[in-house]
């Protein structure tokens, strides 16, 4: 098993950061691509951001594109998200997740772990 645990969410005022942190288990994190997702009240898991497991590029959801930055450290199995210019629309619980491979994808299907999530709540 693999673990997944998301920390970092929080109450913020639009326009604050956050910076969210997946803690991995296990000695394979670094041969996943690693991705995030959300899932506001009401609607479904969308696909957020994502990572190679080399971390030698980036995707970006276009509703979070130059306002988040996703990224990670092989080292400390951990996964990263700094998310900046915060807006109410931002408001959802955010979940980690590993890719099936060492790519990344926006596919929900193409991840086989998850992590239990973390509130993000942006008041206005």
């Known amino acids: 098993q693999v673990p997944l645990v998301e920390s970092g969410g929080g109450l913020v005022q639009a326009g604050g950061s956050l910076r969210l942190s997946c803690a991995a288990s296990g000695r394979t994190f670094g041969s996943h691509g690693m991705g995030w997702f959300r899932q506001a009240p009401g609607k479904e898991r969308e696909f957020v951001a994502a990572?190679?497991?080399?971390?030698?590029?980036?995707y970006y959801a276009d509703s979070v594109k130059g306002r988040f930055t996703i990224s990670r450290d092989n080292t400390k199995n951990t996964l990263y998200l700094q998310m900046n210019s915060l807006k109410p629309e931002d408001t959802a619980v955010y979940y980690c997740?590993?890719?099936?491979?060492?790519?990344?994808?926006?596919?929900?299907?193409?991840?086989?772990?998850w992590g239990q999530g973390t509130q993000v709540t942006v008041s206005s």
């Open positions: 990572i190679p497991w080399s971390g030698g590029s980036t």
């Open positions: 997740a590993r890719s099936q491979g060492i790519s990344w994808s926006r596919y929900q299907y193409n991840y086989d772990y």
